[in-house]
């Protein structure tokens, strides 16, 4: 029998389709060897993709646990973004994806545009993503760093007090450093803003 599960999810239903006994119901948690699970929308269209090398379910909480995930975001017919983590859980009828350890989050039409984490939460119900814990947003021009930051369907991260942001020369070496309150980052525009907490300072840089 194959190791690879595939399974194929519909929601708010969902359905699962894989090799025979790969789910015994008399058990409460269920080791799967290698996973490869495609999350698909109502209208049938896809969501995200998960692999991953290690992972268990569990018939009672009715919750996938991952180990070293890889989750690819779908937009249409294309990645948006591929996420890696050291561990990841999925549960609330597949709904809820949380990552934690090590996360990286690669944009993919962005050259180089790279967020770290050490955890990430997303709710497919909401069109944000909730990143916690050392953040670092890197890329050819800039490093911002914080301890909080989501990224919306706009394409905008925004980075929460404290931030701290490097600029970085030609040589991609840094030529300075400065702290300020929330920073907002336009992946459109490849400009970050800062705004103080009564909006009377504000500065917006480009790239």
């Known amino acids: 029998m194959s190791n690879i599960y595939r399974l194929i999810i519909f929601l708010p239903l969902f359905m699962l389709g894989c090799a025979p006994n790969v789910f015994d119901e008399n058990k409460v948690k269920q080791n ?14 896809k969501i995200y993709s998960i692999t991953s090398p290690n992972s268990s379910y569990d018939n009672i909480e009715l919750k996938f646990e991952l180990k070293k995930p890889i989750i690819n975001i779908i937009n ?3 990645t948006k973004y591929i996420i890696s983590s050291e561990e990841s859980s999925l549960s609330n009828n597949n709904k809820l994806l949380k990552l934690k350890g090590n996360v990286k989050l690669k944009i993919l ?21 909730l990143l916690e814990g050392n953040i670092r947003f890197e890329n050819q021009n800039i490093i911002l ?17 404290p ?22 980052y336009d992946l ?16 917006i840089i480009y790239f």
Do not use: H, P
């Open 32 to 45: 799967i060897d290698s996973l490869d699970m495609t999350i698909f929308s109502k209208s049938g269209d």
């Open 76 to 78: 249409g017919e294309e």
């Open 109 to 129: 039409k962005k050259d180089g545009d790279i967020l770290y984490a050490d955890n990430f939460i997303w709710n497919i119900e909401n069109t944000n993503y």
């Open 145 to 161: 760093n914080s301890g909080k930051a989501i990224l919306g369907s706009d394409n905008i991260i925004e980075f929460f007090n």
């Open 163 to 184: 931030v701290k942001y490097i600029i970085k020369d030609e040589n991609n070496k840094n030529i300075y450093e400065i702290n300020s309150e929330n920073a907002y």
């Open 188 to 203: 459109n525009t490849e400009s970050v803003s800062f705004q103080a907490k009564d909006k009377k300072v504000k500065s």
